[in-house]
């Protein structure tokens, strides 16, 4: 590991084996937890550093054939705890404990587990840097408030982690985390630094770990979907639209997994938020909700950018296998998309258009392979094809990428891929090659360069829009000053350069400064301006802008968000100059311990020279009511009106009653009203997470 005899020798914790397996009531008052040695030497390292945590904070560890146990105490703390019943993973406003594993000790993937002081889970798979926050996992943990704080248990089976074969005695990566949110405060074991790019290469050595040599068995999750559309068709009965699915999961080995669905529902996935953007070049990139893409994606992740999952619109069915083997990882996805989307298009390259999509099936298949290299970095390959079955079109492409670290905060990568793209009368042939060196921001000085170029002919159909023709490149620099005392905490100055150069001749061209305050821990306020040049389509406009953004937490009972900004921009449509604004401000509430309401309101303006001028808004609310750690609802209004659209309005109302992120039952509605007038659904859908 570089530069491994600089840094402190890795306290080592031994995990005892238990007598009985202890009661998950979050009491600790079981004699079994008194055999385990009570751990725990915390340290601030957010907001800035140094400094132990009010009270104590001992964590202990013990195991048996089935599960790994942790309990935390935390005691003589002198501020209130902030605790809210809320639904899993909805845990980020609360004092909270941080479990992160590295099961294969390689300093570059593991998992994090996040608890608040009731025991409601968050979890997060990490892998050389990439978050993936969407990982779900079978769990148990439950918390308890005290006078001075609270404890926490947490049985972790063996069959959701990944981890080498073998049970003669591992040794794990751990680290703890204790987060005080009054403060804005995060305190690590041991120490951590601030957005650190390789988070385990710190880490605690966890010993005496011994799992089940075995993989984690079968996971079946039958699911059954009724939905009925609003107003009903003539001649169909309410709820006579049933929808049988299923999802299956395999350990293969302790560390490689096999996963299938057939027959997908989704419509207990949140809707997406309205596009109400003005004056738009590119398709808006919608994030992934849907369950079966996001478990294990940082297996498929690539520096090339390879895959956006929401180019597989409405999979019949979908399979993949994803793991490692000692320091190699897999990950293979094969989709069968029975609506397929058409691709973006620019520069009159081929692609898959609305035509070639029409009434076609798509069969889209990734494949990517991984090896630990360069003492915490990583060479990898991916193999990508895609095709419209039936003749319409087929696409295949093959990268290379490797990610190299260059002391503790300095890491550099590079990619390289080669596309072919083709139909009945056109073929295509193309290369990307992209190449980033970066010294992470949040401690002393953070720099970044990069580039990114694409060939006349490059395409990629898995991806998200992806033009030809187009080269990329530019730069940042900025320093985090952490002044010695008072109410600033850091103090970050910035300023960065974009280029953007095509082969047509457009071009893009922009460069900035800015400032970042944190103040007190919950506060931080940012403020910034640029220059810019446009060239498009031979159309020479020069830009310019400002902007600024608050972001805090008033209380445990607020939260504010407002961000602004406004310039002088390129029209797209006239080719001209043109005035523009955006505008944003959420408000959070949380009345009680159970309820939270979150409401963003957007206002654009777009004022061309010589055109009419155009305004969108853009209301959204969410109310959460979380009745116990099973049972919430959920009510999301979304409400969008443009200059140039009719007003559209959203509502749906959905109950949960969730055991596990694999045993749930959903009741719910939607109501829309837009252009082509009032439609909705009513749906109900019931799954069942086996283990046998």
């Given at each position: 590991?570089?530069?491994?005899?600089?840094?402190?020798?890795?306290e080592?914790?031994?995990?005892?084996?238990a007598?009985?397996?202890?009661?998950?009531?979050?009491?600790?008052?079981?004699?079994?937890?008194?055999?385990?040695?009570?751990?725990?030497?915390?340290?601030?390292?957010?907001?800035?550093?140094?400094?132990?945590?009010?009270?104590?904070?001992?964590?202990?560890?013990?195991?048996?054939?089935?599960?790994?146990?942790?309990?935390?105490?935390?005691?003589?703390?002198?501020?209130?705890?902030?605790?809210?019943?809320?639904?899993?993973?909805?845990?980020?406003?609360?004092?909270?404990?941080?479990?992160?594993?590295?099961?294969?000790?390689?300093?570059?993937?593991?998992?994090?587990?996040?608890f608040?002081?009731?025991?409601?889970?968050?979890?997060?798979?990490?892998?050389?840097?990439?978050?993936?926050?969407?990982?779900?996992?079978?769990?148990?943990?439950?918390?308890?408030?005290?006078?001075?704080?609270?404890?926490?248990?947490?049985?972790?089976?063996?069959?959701?982690?990944?981890?080498?074969?073998?049970?003669?005695?591992?040794?794990?990566?751990?680290?703890v985390?204790?987060?005080?949110?009054?403060?804005?405060?995060?305190?690590?074991?041991?120490?951590?630094?601030?957005?650190?790019?390789?988070i385990?290469?710190?880490?605690?050595?966890?010993?005496?770990?011994?799992?089940?040599?075995?993989?984690?068995?079968?996971?079946?999750?039958?699911?059954i979907?009724?939905?009925?559309?609003?107003?009903?068709?003539?001649?169909?009965?309410?709820?006579?639209?049933?929808?049988?699915?299923?999802?299956?999961?395999?350990?293969?080995?302790?560390?490689?997994?096999?996963?299938?669905?057939?027959?997908?529902?989704?419509?207990?996935?949140?809707?997406?938020?309205?596009?109400?953007?003005?004056?738009?070049?590119?398709?808006?990139?919608?994030?992934?909700?849907?369950?079966?893409?996001?478990?294990?994606?940082?297996?498929?992740?690539?520096?090339?950018?390879?895959?956006?999952?929401?180019?597989?619109?409405?999979?019949?069915?979908?399979?993949?296998?994803?793991?490692?083997?000692?320091p190699?990882?897999?990950?293979?996805?094969?989709?069968?998309?029975?609506?397929?989307?058409?691709?973006?298009?620019?520069?009159?390259?081929?692609?898959?258009?609305?035509?070639?999509?029409?009434?076609?099936?798509?069969?889209?298949?990734?494949?990517?392979?991984?090896?630990?290299?360069?003492?915490?970095?990583?060479?990898?390959?991916?193999?990508?094809?895609?095709?419209?079955?039936?003749?319409?079109?087929?696409?295949?492409?093959?990268?290379?990428?490797?990610?190299?670290?260059?002391?503790?905060?300095?890491?550099?990568?590079?990619?390289?891929?080669?596309?072919?793209?083709?139909?009945?009368?056109?073929?295509?042939?193309?290369?990307?090659?992209?190449?980033?060196?970066?010294?992470?921001?949040?401690?002393?000085?953070?720099?970044?360069?990069?580039?990114?170029?694409n060939?006349?002919?490059?395409?990629?159909?898995?991806?998200?829009?992806?033009?030809?023709?187009?080269?990329?490149?530019g730069?940042?620099?900025?320093?985090?000053?952490?002044?010695?005392?008072g109410?600033?905490?850091?103090?970050?100055?910035?300023?960065?350069?974009?280029?953007?150069?095509?082969?047509?001749?457009?071009?893009?061209?922009?460069?900035?400064?800015?400032?970042?305050?944190?103040?007190?821990?919950?506060?931080?306020?940012?403020?910034?301006?640029?220059?810019?040049?446009?060239?498009?389509?031979?159309?020479?406009?020069?830009?310019?802008?400002?902007?600024?953004s608050?972001?805090?937490?008033?209380?445990?009972?607020?939260?504010?968000?407002?961000?602004?900004?406004?310039?002088?921009?390129?029209?797209?449509?006239r080719?001209?100059?043109?005035?523009?604004?955006?505008?944003?401000?959420?408000?959070?509430?949380?009345?009680?311990a159970?309820?939270?309401?979150?409401?963003?309101?957007?206002?654009?303006?777009?004022?061309?020279?010589?055109?009419?001028?155009?305004?969108?808004?853009?209301?959204?609310?969410?109310?959460?009511?979380?009745?116990?750690?099973?049972l919430?609802?959920?009510?999301?209004l979304?409400?969008?009106?443009?200059?140039?659209r009719?007003?559209?309005?959203?509502?749906?109302?959905?109950?949960?009653?969730?055991?596990?992120?694999?045993?749930?039952?959903?009741?719910?509605?939607?109501?829309?009203?837009?252009?082509?007038g009032?439609?909705?659904s009513?749906?109900?859908?019931?799954?069942?997470l086996?283990?046998?």
């Open positions: 590991m570089l530069f491994a005899a600089a840094m402190a020798a890795p080592q914790v031994v995990v005892h084996r007598s009985e397996a202890p009661v998950i009531d979050g009491h600790l008052d079981e004699g079994v937890w008194r055999t385990a040695p009570a751990y725990g030497s915390f340290e601030r390292f957010q907001p800035v550093d140094g400094g132990a945590p009010p009270g104590t904070t001992e964590v202990r560890f013990l195991q048996d054939d089935k599960h790994l146990y942790v309990g935390v105490r935390v005691s003589g703390a002198d501020y209130p705890i902030r605790a809210h019943v809320t639904p899993r993973e909805d845990i980020n406003i609360d004092d909270q404990i941080g479990i992160y594993l590295d099961t294969f000790l390689d300093g570059i993937s593991g998992y994090i587990f996040y608040n002081a009731l025991g409601i889970q968050q979890d997060i798979r990490h892998n050389a840097g990439d978050w993936n926050v969407a990982w779900d996992t079978l769990l148990r943990s439950r918390g308890q408030l005290t006078e001075d704080g609270y404890t926490l248990e947490v049985a972790l089976p063996w069959r959701s982690l990944k981890f080498p074969a073998g049970d003669d005695g591992q040794t794990w990566g751990l680290l985390t204790r987060k005080i949110p009054g403060e804005g405060a995060k305190y690590g074991w041991p120490k951590q630094e601030r957005n650190a790019p390789r385990f290469q710190t880490a605690n050595h966890l010993t005496q770990v011994r799992p089940p040599p075995r993989g984690s068995g079968w996971e079946i999750i039958p699911a979907t009724a939905n009925t559309p609003l107003p009903a068709p003539e001649g169909r009965k309410p709820l006579d639209i049933v929808r049988p699915s299923l999802d299956a999961r395999f350990g293969i080995t302790p560390d490689v997994g096999l996963a299938a669905t057939l027959n997908p529902d989704f419509s207990q996935v949140e809707s997406d938020i309205s596009d109400i953007r003005l004056n738009a070049r590119f398709a808006y990139a919608f994030p992934e909700r849907r369950p079966f893409f996001l478990d294990g994606i940082d297996w498929f992740l690539d520096g090339n950018d390879t895959l956006y999952t929401r180019s597989m619109n409405a999979p019949l069915y979908g399979v993949k296998i994803s793991g490692r083997e000692g190699a990882s897999i990950g293979a996805l094969h989709v069968l998309d029975r609506a397929p989307l058409p691709s973006f298009n620019e520069a009159a390259t081929p692609g898959f258009g609305e035509d070639d999509v029409a009434g076609a099936l798509a069969s889209s298949t990734l494949a990517r392979a991984r090896v630990d290299a360069f003492d915490g970095g990583f060479a990898g390959i991916t193999l990508a094809d895609k095709r419209l079955l039936g003749g319409g079109g087929t696409h295949q492409l093959g990268g290379v990428d490797l990610e190299v670290p260059m002391g503790d905060r300095w890491v550099g990568s590079a990619a390289l891929q080669h596309a072919f793209t083709g139909d009945r009368e056109t073929s295509l042939w193309g290369t990307r090659q992209t190449g980033r060196v970066v010294r992470a921001s949040g401690v002393g000085t953070g720099a970044g360069v990069y580039f990114a170029t060939s006349p002919g490059y395409r990629n159909e898995l991806g998200y829009t992806t033009q030809s023709d187009r080269t990329d490149g730069g940042w620099l900025d320093h985090t000053f952490t002044p010695a005392a109410l600033v905490d850091t103090v970050t100055p910035n300023a960065w350069v974009d280029l953007v150069e095509e082969g047509n001749g457009d071009r893009f061209r922009t460069a900035g400064s800015g400032l970042e305050v944190r103040l007190n821990g919950v506060h931080l306020l940012a403020t910034s301006a640029w220059v810019q040049t446009y060239r498009e389509r031979g159309a020479l406009v020069d830009g310019y802008g400002a902007g600024g608050y972001a805090g937490n008033l209380g445990a009972a607020v939260d504010v968000a407002l961000s602004t900004s406004a310039g002088r921009v390129v029209d797209y449509l080719l001209e100059p043109a005035l523009q604004s955006n505008s944003s401000a959420t408000l959070t509430l949380r009345p009680t159970g309820i939270q309401t979150a409401t963003t309101l957007t206002l654009n303006t777009f004022d061309p020279a010589t055109g009419p001028r155009q305004t969108s808004l853009l209301a959204r609310s969410r109310v959460n009511v979380q009745l116990s750690r099973a919430g609802a959920r009510w999301v979304d409400g969008s009106r443009r200059t140039d009719d007003p559209r309005l959203y509502n749906a109302l959905l109950l949960t009653w969730l055991t596990n992120p694999g045993t749930a039952i959903w009741l719910g509605g939607s109501v829309v009203n837009g252009e082509s009032y439609e909705g009513l749906f109900a859908k019931a799954t069942l086996l283990r046998p």
